[in-house]
């Protein structure tokens, strides 16, 4: 009786088991009804124009009395790398006085129009074509203005010997500046302005101001050294 009964809970337990092994391998009705996955759509990249609705962007950069001159002559080596390169449209508004730049159907990048105004509004602070050229090609590139009096509050004679040693004799100290500091630098009247990266931007403000308070050219010379063999050690 119990070998029967071992024999039939054997034969039960093997029955079950083909039952639920049938039940795994059938196919249920809904599995082959199911639907393959949705490929990942593949969207092509907005142009400048169908970023911003097809709207056309603008610039204006107004041009100061004493900077037309200079733009009448540059305005070719200017024009070029902003219409050819860069695909912004830019024109010189005689009667306002200004640089108008705009978009256009083929520009590829958005940004390019500011970067574009950027370069234009470095020119007209007193910068090289060659050097505000690089505001295009870098990104991390800026220009920052500052005047003497936000600094110290000087007059007279006492202004005009903090510019001549802001400048030194042949503009030597300037030169020595923006050599270690890789910027540049343009000094027009009691106005300061430093193109270059944050950074380097930084250390010739700070080497500016020791001028202005009236450090002496060789204690900052010194102090410059140290600052930027710190920074190529950091690099």
Same mark, same amino acid.
């Given at each position: 009786?119990?070998?029967?009964?071992?024999?039939?809970?054997?034969?039960?337990?093997?029955?079950?088991?083909?039952?639920?092994?049938?039940?795994?391998?059938?196919?249920?009705?809904?599995?082959?009804?199911?639907?393959?996955?949705?490929?990942?759509?593949?969207?092509?990249?907005?142009?400048?124009?169908?970023?911003?609705?097809?709207?056309?962007?603008?610039?204006?950069?107004?041009?100061?009395?004493? &900077?037309?001159?200079?733009?009448?002559?540059?305005?070719?080596?200017?024009?070029?790398? @902003?219409?050819?390169?860069?695909?912004?449209?830019?024109?010189?508004?005689?009667?306002?006085?200004?640089?108008?730049?705009?978009?256009?159907?083929?520009?590829?990048?958005?940004?390019?129009?500011?970067?574009?105004?950027?370069?234009?509004?470095?020119?007209?602070?007193?910068?090289?074509?060659?050097?505000?050229?690089?505001?295009?090609?870098?990104?991390?590139?800026?220009?920052?203005?500052?005047?003497?009096?936000?600094?110290?509050?000087?007059?007279?004679?006492?202004?005009?010997?903090?510019?001549? &040693?802001?400048?030194?004799?042949?503009?030597?100290?300037?030169?020595?500046?923006?050599?270690?500091?890789?910027?540049?630098?343009?000094?027009?009247?009691?106005?300061?302005? @430093?193109?270059?990266?944050?950074?380097?931007?930084?250390?010739?403000?700070?080497?500016?101001?020791?001028?202005?308070?009236?450090?002496?050219?060789?204690?900052?010379?010194?102090?410059?050294?140290?600052?930027?063999? &710190?920074?190529?050690? &950091?690099?």
């Amino acid at each position: 009786m119990s070998s029967a009964t071992v024999n039939g809970g054997e034969a039960g337990g093997g029955m079950d088991m083909d039952i639920e092994a049938a039940a795994v391998q059938a196919p249920t009705p809904a599995a082959t009804n199911t639907v393959p996955f949705a490929q990942k759509p593949n969207f092509k990249p907005l142009k400048a124009h169908e970023i911003s609705d097809g709207q056309t962007q603008f610039r204006k950069v107004p041009v100061p009395p004493h &900077r037309y001159t200079p733009l009448k002559k540059a305005w070719m080596e200017i024009y070029t790398p @902003i219409y050819e390169h860069m695909k912004i449209d830019i024109r010189m508004n005689l009667k306002a006085r200004r640089v108008e730049l705009k978009t256009r159907q083929d520009t590829p990048d958005v940004s390019n129009l500011q970067k574009c105004a950027d370069f234009v509004h470095a020119f007209m602070l007193g910068f090289d074509v060659i050097d505000a050229v690089a505001l295009l090609r870098l990104d991390e590139l800026y220009a920052e203005s500052f005047e003497i009096k936000d600094v110290k509050t000087l007059r007279g004679e006492h202004l005009s010997r903090a510019i001549g &040693r802001l400048s030194g004799k042949g503009g030597k100290t300037k030169f020595a500046i923006e050599n270690a500091t890789k910027t540049r630098i343009v000094i027009a009247d009691t106005k300061i302005h @430093i193109l270059g990266s944050f950074s380097n931007i930084k250390v010739a403000r700070d080497s500016l101001c020791s001028l202005i308070l009236g450090s002496p050219a060789g204690k900052v010379y010194s102090k410059l050294r140290a600052v930027t063999a &710190r920074m190529a050690e &950091r690099f």
